[in-house]
């Protein structure tokens, strides 16, 4: 039974930094991609992140490039997602996800986590 836990949410002032972590186990990720979408409150799910498990290759929304960082722990089977210069938009529930090779759109996902909060204070 494929599980992503989600962890590293909470509350952060603007311009602050959290580290969100995604625990995968269930099956072997090689040939996938694994990332992270968010919700707030009235809004569809968007993308945030995403990358190749094999090939570390990474894919991210403009709306963070250049302040979040995507990684991941071939070892410990976690992904990352590394958020700095957090604003108030930013604020929302965070979920791993993992899809067949690329993921970039809800629709791709073959799996989901909880979610975790992301609060950024202004």
């Known amino acids: 039974q494929v599980q992503l836990v989600e962890s590293g949410g909470g509350l952060v002032q603007a311009g602050g930094s959290l580290r969100l972590s995604c625990a995968a186990s269930?099956?072997?990720?090689?040939?996938?991609?694994l990332g992270w979408f968010r919700q707030a409150p009235g809004k569809e799910r968007e993308f945030v992140a995403s990358?190749?498990?094999?090939?570390?290759?990474?894919l991210y929304a403009d709306s963070v490039k250049g302040r979040f960082t995507i990684s991941r722990d071939n070892a410990e089977n976690t992904v990352y997602l590394q958020m700095n210069s957090l604003k108030p938009e930013d604020t929302a529930v965070y979920y791993c996800?993992?899809?067949?090779?690329?993921?970039?759109?809800?629709?791709?996902?073959?799996?989901w986590g909880q979610g975790t909060q992301v609060t950024v204070s202004s």
């Open positions: 996800a993992a899809a067949w090779l690329i993921l970039t759109t809800t629709r791709r996902a073959d799996y």
């Open positions: 269930g099956r072997t990720f090689s040939s996938y991609a």
């Open positions: 990358i190749n498990w094999s090939s570390g290759s990474t």
